[in-house]
T-cell receptor, first 117, second 111 residues
Framework: GAVVSQHPSWVICKSGTSVKIECRSL??????MFWYRQFPKQSLMLMAT?????????EQGVEKDKFLINHASLTLSTLTVTSAHPEDSSFYIC?????????????FGPGTRLTVL | KNQVEQSPQSLIILEGKNCTLQ??????????LRWYKQDTGRGPVSLTI?????NTKSNGRYTATLDADTKQSSLHITASQLSDSASYIC??????????FGTGTRLQVFP
């Protein structure tokens, strides 16, 4: 089955620093990847849609200069949280769309827990 | 407004018992409905995917139903196990890349 990995699985950083999260599709090519954030006891909220080789599309209210997304290859997308602050602490989940799936199904990564001190 | 509502918000059952989770949606156009299981601190894992023409789909002890007329779906879990403790999320696709997520039902199975 389609597998999506994320690295790191958890990260703790100081306020003001930048953190990069990687999302990889391990056994399929993903022209489109999605980044979500999830606060405790809430559902996933889409942050941005990342298309390989082009600029990401951000959801309303998501600061593109703060959450930098790069999708340089068909198997890798990165999310960089710049100048992180405690309010950025959250669970970040990526998903990758398998275009060969008749459902255009999205496969989710295991998530990255970010804690900003 | 596209919405997906789930009930109950949380549920506690004893191991071995059955349970049913509900999902009501107002998403148009409708492409498919998915049920995901999300363990604490992990990403969602797909359980079932159904189009409007499918009434029921099973995946082991999980059986999902869909009534496209009333825009309701249910997820039935048979003979629950401790490992079923998780959040179950109903997600509707409107045919675009965007998925409409429900708020989930948090299930706890006790021995």
């Amino acid at each position: 089955g389609a597998v999506v990995s994320q690295h790191p699985s958890w990260v703790i950083c100081k306020s003001g620093t930048s953190v990069k999260i990687e999302c990889r599709s391990l056994d399929f090519q993903a022209t489109t990847m999605f980044w979500y954030r999830q606060f405790p006891k809430q559902s996933l909220m889409l942050m941005a849609t990342s298309n390989e080789g082009s600029k990401a599309t951000y959801e309303q209210g998501v600061e593109k200069d703060k959450f930098l997304i790069n999708h340089a290859s068909l198997t890798l997308s990165t999310l960089t949280v710049t100048s992180a602050h405690p309010e950025d602490s959250s669970f970040y989940i990526c998903s990758a769309r398998d275009i060969t799936s008749g459902w255009n199904e999205q496969f989710f990564g295991p998530g990255t827990r970010l804690t900003v001190l | 407004k596209n919405q997906v509502e789930q009930s109950p918000q949380s549920l506690i059952i004893l191991e071995g018992k059955n349970c049913t989770l509900q999902c009501n949606y107002t998403v148009s156009p409708f492409s498919n409905l998915r049920w995901y299981k999300q363990d604490t601190g992990r990403g969602p894992v797909s359980l079932t995917i159904m189009t409007f023409s499918e009434n029921t789909k099973s995946n082991g002890r999980y059986t999902a139903t869909l009534d496209a007329d009333t825009k309701q779906s249910s997820l039935h879990i048979t003979a629950s196990q401790l490992s079923d403790s998780a959040s179950y999320i109903c997600v509707v696709s409107g045919g675009t890349d965007k998925l409409i997520f429900g708020t989930g039902t948090r299930l706890q199975v006790f021995p």
